[in-house]
Structure formats: structure tokens, C-alpha cells
């Protein structure tokens, strides 16, 4: 994608998603329709859903040749990267939207030829936008997001990761995540996977841990990281697939080698 169009493409972007923000925080306090999807904790809200049509109307009206992945239903069935991808969730933190009405994010990522081009992740209650163009650094608001430490102490960070790691699982070792966490110098759980890699990439964490996320949990974030130096991957280490869901791993690179390889295994 060129700068020009990149740059258009940005604009527009945030201005839809602006008046999408305005739109849900003068309704917060109406009374919320509340569904549940695979279980009791996986919710979803007319507000989740008509936040996505309100995209999804925008971008087929004005690019019609661009494609959307995002989770309510109303995006493209891909089975490829190609072309101009929109990969959104209109509210990531939808347990937070409804219980705590707020710590919850826009995320818009636009991908081309599946390079990842522009990263929106919109606190919308605190007003607070993070967004990044490729090779043009990130922005919290309009200041620019200083590069991350070039090296910390995995005993001086601070991780993102809910308790489920904690919890025998199929991934890791539920011991080696007990030793992780004693071993760093703090560990947080937000319930908002975007404002996780928010913070990751403002530096005000060093890395976030999650065993299975969507393509448009993470399509905004790895730009916006990405653009400060950060880096994500499953908890492999190999890339994340932006068209089938991954566990994910995004840091500060100073530490990854060391959380894969030191905890993030099964033991036999
Ligand atoms: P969501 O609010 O858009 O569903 C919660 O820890 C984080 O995990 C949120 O970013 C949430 O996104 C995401 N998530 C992914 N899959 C989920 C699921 N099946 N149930 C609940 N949260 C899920
Ligand atoms: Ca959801
Ligand atoms: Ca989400
Ligand atoms: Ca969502």
C-alpha cells in the first residue's frame, strides 16, 4: 500500500471510528441486551453488533473492492489475506462493556496483501485512541510512543495474563506459569486483549500472554507494538495466522526467548 493511500485509508478510519465511540458512550447507560454465545461467559450486545454493521456499512459504501474479518457476523468469509483487509472488533471487552461499562476498545487493523498497514485500538470511555501506520511509529492520541527498552529483566516486568494459565491446561504446564508469575515483578489481567497490546506497546507492560484470540483481538495491536519495537508471535514463536485463531505472546523481545523457552512448554 502507498503512503497516500495509507494515509487516506488512516484518516477515514479514524473518523468512523470516532463517531462510533460518541455513538456508544451516549448510550452507555441505556439498559443493555445482553446474549451469550459458546457459553455463560462469552457475551455479546446489540451494541457489539450494531457498532460492527456500522463499519461494515462504511467501508463496503465507500471501498467496495476492500474486504472486513470481525466477529459479529456481518464481515467476509476469507480464506485468504489478499487484497485490503479490514479486520475488526467493534468492542473488545464485551464482559467489561457490560459489567464495568468501560475498559473496553475499538480495534481496527487494515491489512494489504497481509501486511499489516494501520492499527487503531480506541479506549473508548477514557477517549483515549492508540494507532500506528507501518514504518511511521505509534501514537497514543497525538503523542508519539517512545521505542521500547532496548533490554529489561524478565524480574523487572510486568505480564498481562489471566488465570487460566494457572489452571491445569492443555497448552502449558499450569507449574511453570505459577514459576513465571513469581518470577516477574507483576502480572495484570485487563479483560480487553486490544488495550492489553495498548499497553504493551506504551511500554506501561512488557508482554501479554493469551492461549487463544481471534484475528481481530490482535490485528490492531501487533501494528501498534510492532511500530515500537515490540514483537508477537504464538507461544511457539512462529508468526500469528490472521485467518484462524492463535495463542499469542507480545513483548518486549528482550524477554520472549526467555518466557517460551523457560516456561511456555509441556512438560511430559
Ligand atoms: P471480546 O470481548 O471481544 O470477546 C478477554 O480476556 C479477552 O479475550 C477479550 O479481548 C475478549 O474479546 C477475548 N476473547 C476471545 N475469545 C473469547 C471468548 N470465547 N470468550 C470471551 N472472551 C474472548
Ligand atoms: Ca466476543
Ligand atoms: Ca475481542
Ligand atoms: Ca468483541
Given at each position: 500500500?502507498?503512503?497516500?493511500?495509507?494515509?487516506?485509508?488512516y484518516?477515514?478510519?479514524k473518523?468512523?471510528?470516532?463517531?462510533?465511540?460518541?455513538?456508544?458512550?451516549k448510550?452507555?447507560?441505556?439498559?443493555?441486551?445482553?446474549?451469550?454465545?459458546?457459553?455463560?461467559k462469552?457475551?455479546?450486545t446489540t451494541?457489539?453488533?450494531?457498532?460492527?454493521?456500522?463499519?461494515?456499512?462504511k467501508?463496503?459504501?465507500t471501498?467496495p473492492?476492500?474486504?472486513?474479518?470481525?466477529?459479529e457476523?456481518?464481515?467476509?468469509?476469507?480464506?485468504?489475506?489478499?487484497g485490503t483487509?479490514?479486520?475488526?472488533?467493534?468492542?473488545?471487552?464485551?464482559?467489561?462493556?457490560v459489567h464495568?461499562?468501560?475498559?473496553?476498545?475499538?480495534?481496527?487493523?487494515?491489512?494489504?496483501?497481509?501486511?499489516?498497514?494501520?492499527?487503531?485500538?480506541?479506549?473508548?470511555?477514557?477517549d483515549?485512541?492508540?494507532?500506528?501506520?507501518?514504518?511511521?511509529?505509534a501514537?497514543?492520541?497525538?503523542?508519539?510512543l517512545?521505542?521500547?527498552?532496548?533490554?529489561?529483566?524478565?524480574?523487572?516486568?510486568?505480564?498481562?495474563?489471566?488465570?487460566?494459565?494457572?489452571?491445569?491446561?492443555?497448552?502449558?504446564?499450569?507449574?511453570?506459569?505459577?514459576?513465571?508469575?513469581?518470577?516477574?515483578?507483576?502480572?495484570?489481567t485487563?479483560?480487553?486483549?486490544?488495550?492489553?497490546?495498548?499497553?504493551?506497546?506504551?511500554?506501561?507492560?512488557?508482554?501479554?500472554?493469551?492461549?487463544?484470540?481471534?484475528?481481530?483481538?490482535?490485528?490492531?495491536?501487533?501494528?501498534?507494538?510492532?511500530?515500537?519495537?515490540?514483537?508477537?508471535?504464538?507461544?511457539?514463536?512462529?508468526?500469528?495466522?490472521?485467518?484462524?485463531?492463535?495463542?499469542?505472546?507480545?513483548?518486549?523481545?528482550?524477554i520472549?526467548?526467555?518466557?517460551?523457552?523457560?516456561y511456555?512448554?509441556?512438560?511430559?
Amino acid at each position: 500500500m502507498n503512503n497516500e493511500l495509507r494515509n487516506i485509508h488512516y484518516l477515514q478510519a479514524k473518523e468512523w471510528i470516532f463517531e462510533a465511540g460518541r455513538t456508544i458512550r451516549k448510550k452507555i447507560n441505556d439498559p443493555m441486551v445482553v446474549d451469550t454465545k459458546s457459553s455463560a461467559k462469552d457475551l455479546v450486545t446489540t451494541m457489539d453488533k450494531n457498532t460492527e454493521y456500522f463499519f461494515a456499512e462504511k467501508i463496503r459504501k465507500t471501498y467496495p473492492d476492500h474486504f472486513l474479518l470481525s466477529e459479529e457476523g456481518y464481515g467476509d468469509d476469507l480464506d485468504s489475506m489478499d487484497g485490503t483487509v479490514w479486520i475488526i472488533d467493534p468492542i473488545d471487552g464485551t464482559m467489561n462493556f457490560v459489567h464495568q461499562r468501560r475498559n473496553f476498545a475499538i480495534s481496527v487493523g487494515i491489512y494489504h496483501q497481509g501486511v499489516g498497514e494501520i492499527g487503531f485500538i480506541y479506549d473508548v470511555m477514557s477517549d483515549v485512541l492508540y494507532s500506528a501506520k507501518r514504518n511511521n511509529g505509534a501514537f497514543k492520541n497525538d503523542e508519539k510512543l517512545e521505542p521500547l527498552k532496548k533490554h529489561i529483566n524478565l524480574d523487572e516486568s510486568i505480564i498481562g495474563l489471566n488465570h487460566y494459565w494457572l489452571c491445569n491446561n492443555h497448552l502449558v504446564d499450569e507449574m511453570e506459569m505459577q514459576k513465571l508469575v513469581r518470577k516477574v515483578r507483576g502480572t495484570r489481567t485487563y479483560g480487553s486483549a486490544a488495550l492489553e497490546f495498548a499497553f504493551v506497546a506504551e511500554g506501561i507492560m512488557d508482554g501479554y500472554l493469551t492461549m487463544s484470540l481471534a484475528p481481530w483481538d490482535v490485528a490492531a495491536g501487533i501494528i501498534i507494538v510492532n511500530e515500537v519495537g515490540g514483537i508477537t508471535t504464538n507461544i511457539s514463536g512462529d508468526p500469528v495466522n490472521m485467518l484462524t485463531t492463535n495463542s499469542v505472546l507480545t513483548c518486549n523481545p528482550s524477554i520472549k526467548n526467555t518466557i517460551i523457552n523457560d516456561y511456555l512448554y509441556k512438560k511430559k
